[in-house]
T-cell receptor
Framework: AQTVTQSQPEMSVQEAETVTLSCTYD???????LFWYKQPPSRQMILVIR??????QNATENRFSVNFQKAAKSFSLKISDSQLGDTAMYFC????????????FGQGTRLTINP | NAGVTQTPKFRILKIGQSMTLQCAQD?????MYWYRQDPGMGLKLIYY???????DKGEVPNGYNVSRSTTEDFPLRLELAAPSQTSVYFC???????????FGQGTRLTVV
């Protein structure tokens, strides 16, 4: 079974700083997808960024980028020029590309951006 | 489009009572998921469905049942509610050809 581990329960940075959230996963599959979801206090789950395992290039969405290390099974999220609105829980998630496409989440990292 | 709609938003149950959490989506998505999120924790998969008539267990299925008689609806049934089922429940859906999951707003359930 696939597992996703986020080892940083909480992080806090000053506005405009860069912050990196860590995620590791375990799978025997070769083709899969990785995601970062954001959950603000409103409780809504919002997709931040996705990465396809067969793509070597790291995904980027504006201020959000990932560092995908397939051999190390590592998938970190970098937030540049952090903003107060980035304050939220961040979840790393995994999904197989074939078969039972269960979407499995990590425990989450609570990120606080301080003014 | 309404997206994924969950009802109710809040509910208090007494130990031993039963209830059904409703989830409906209007995007014609094949895949639907039920998760629970305990305070300060991640989402744990309870059940999922790949289409009408097909369901399967996730990580924490005990104490729950699901059915999927239509593409649109995926209700979650709690039988004999226990305090350990106090949680926020999320329903999500996605198309079989896509990767992004769309989530409902959640149902906060308290069992006392």
């Amino acid at each position: 079974a696939q597992t996703v581990t986020q080892s940083q329960p909480e992080m806090s940075v000053q506005e405009a700083e860069t912050v990196t959230l860590s995620c590791t996963y375990d799978t025997s599959e070769n083709n899969y997808y990785l995601f970062w979801y954001k959950q603000p206090p409103s409780r809504q789950m919002i997709l931040v960024i996705r990465q396809e395992a067969y793509k070597q290039q790291n995904a980027t969405e504006n201020r959000f980028s990932v560092n995908f290390q397939k051999a190390a099974k590592s998938f970190s999220l970098k937030i540049s020029d952090s903003q107060l609105g980035d304050t939220a829980m961040y979840f790393c998630a995994f999904m197989n590309a074939q078969g039972a496409q269960k979407l499995v989440f990590g425990q989450g990292t609570r990120l606080t951006i301080n003014p | 489009n309404a997206g994924v709609t969950q009802t109710p938003k809040f509910r208090i149950l007494k130990i031993g009572q039963s209830m059904t959490l409703q989830c409906a989506q209007d995007m014609n998505h094949n895949y639907m998921y039920w998760y629970r999120q305990d305070p300060g924790m991640g989402l744990k998969l309870i059940y999922y469905s790949v289409g009408a008539g097909i369901t399967d267990k996730g990580e924490v299925p005990n104490g729950y049942n699901v059915s999927r008689s239509t593409t649109e609806d995926f209700p979650l049934r709690l039988e004999l509610a226990a305090p350990s089922q106090t949680s926020v429940y999320f329903c999500a859906s996605r198309t079989s050809g896509g990767t992004e999951a769309f989530f409902g707003q959640g149902t906060r359930l308290t069992v006392v």
